[in-house]
């Protein structure tokens, strides 16, 4: 229904009845330009995905001139509770393609496969492998042992739809860039609930780092892990070495942890950490380490999502699995892409000199 145009009652109960009976494939429509009243790349990229899957699921894809790229078994189940496929994650990968390949632009990548989805056997990959597709890009690192090695770098859509094609779910990353890989440009803390803590608990631990990031003057990004809990990662100063990276992570994991030592521990050892408590794990901030991506769908039921928060979202009553694969596009649309924005922010070396050196005085 355009604006501008009048509809009456009996005709808009038709439109509004025949919109909640089509598919769950037939609901997203393709994106157009608002300038020019075209397909968007992304929408481009996912009409012809949809054409592939209701022809076999074996096909062609392209994304511009002279790139293309064979994508096979779209039909195949990759959640099989939810009725999800192979198809759906690579048509919900290009849908949230704007906000995130930014995210993941010049970053190498780390794979872990599911090629018969999440009921199947899975394993990592780190290497790009020798049969990479012209169209995907790829590059050569130094891994954290000090070898060289080819890795597939995150930033354009076919790359993106290539690492689903052979199985990948979620995406992981390294904490910094290809111009700058000695240098960390986020410092991440993971809040990781044992089985026996409730959501509520982790979502109460992620607002008391919030109370010290403002007593420091720092900004943060929030997300869910898209697993069981929460991330929170500071954008960095340009030129930040990966150990003063770690050093300001674990510095604020130790803070909170000695303040909320009912619901917060930094104890590393399972066995030896306290009933009940969250894992605050600031141990992902060295070189090749990875983080899961924000937008990123996880391996789980649902296809839950890592899905960009408000703070003021972090209440007792926060639920994982509002985001999905289903969910997230309407979301983005609804409230933009906060991730974005929040890494825009980046954090003065003063402030967190001062985390460092206050904790230094405290312990």
């Not at 009996?10 to 509004?16: D, K, M, N, Y």
């Not at 009845?17 to 397909?39: C, D």
């Not at 995905?49 to 078994?73: A, P």
């Not at 992902?284 to 899961?292: D, E, H, R, T």
Request: with cysteine; net charge positive.
């Amino acid at each position: 229904m355009r604006r501008g145009v009048f509809v009456g009652p009996c005709r808009l109960v038709r439109i509004v009845a025949s919109a909640m009976m089509k598919s769950r494939r037939q609901r997203t429509a393709p994106k157009r330009s608002a300038a020019k009243g075209r397909l968007t790349p992304a929408a481009r990229v996912i009409h012809q995905l949809r054409e592939i899957e209701r022809n076999g699921g074996d096909g062609e894809v392209r994304f511009g001139r002279s790139v293309t790229l064979h994508v096979s078994s779209l039909d195949k189940l990759f959640f099989p509770d939810d009725d999800i496929t192979k198809g759906d994650v690579m048509r919900y990968y290009a849908s949230v393609s704007p906000s995130l390949l930014p995210v993941i632009k010049e970053r190498p990548l780390i794979l872990k496969r599911y090629p018969d989805g999440i009921n199947g056997s899975s394993f990592f990959q780190q290497n790009a492998g020798a049969h990479v597709p012209d169209a995907v890009r790829t590059a050569k690192v130094t891994t954290e042992r000090g070898a060289p090695a080819e890795r597939i770098v995150g930033g354009d859509l076919q790359t993106l739809i290539y690492i689903v094609q052979i199985g990948t779910i979620a995406v992981h990353t390294w904490q910094a860039r290809l111009q700058t890989l000695e240098f960390a440009d986020t410092t991440t803390i993971d809040l990781d609930p044992g089985d026996d803590v409730a959501f509520r608990d982790v979502v109460a631990l992620a607002r008391a780092i919030k109370v010290e990031l403002d007593a420091f003057e720092l900004s943060a990004g929030v997300k869910t892990s898209g697993a069981s809990g929460i991330h929170i990662v500071l954008p960095l100063p340009s030129r930040t070495s990966f150990a003063y990276s770690a050093d300001v992570a674990q510095a604020l994991a130790e803070r909170v942890a000695r303040k909320h030592p009912k619901l917060a521990t930094t104890e590393r050892a399972l066995q030896a950490r306290p009933r009940g408590t969250i894992y605050v794990d600031a141990q992902q901030n060295s070189p090749g380490k990875s983080v899961v991506a924000a937008y990123s769908v996880r391996e789980r039921n649902r296809a839950t999502v890592s899905a960009p928060l408000d703070w003021v979202e972090l209440r007792g009553s926060l639920r994982l699995d509002t985001f999905t694969l289903k969910s997230m596009p309407d979301r983005l649309d609804e409230v933009g892409d906060l991730w974005g924005a929040a890494m825009k922010r980046r954090n003065s070396k003063r402030a967190l000199d001062r985390v460092l050196r206050i904790q230094n005085e405290e312990r």
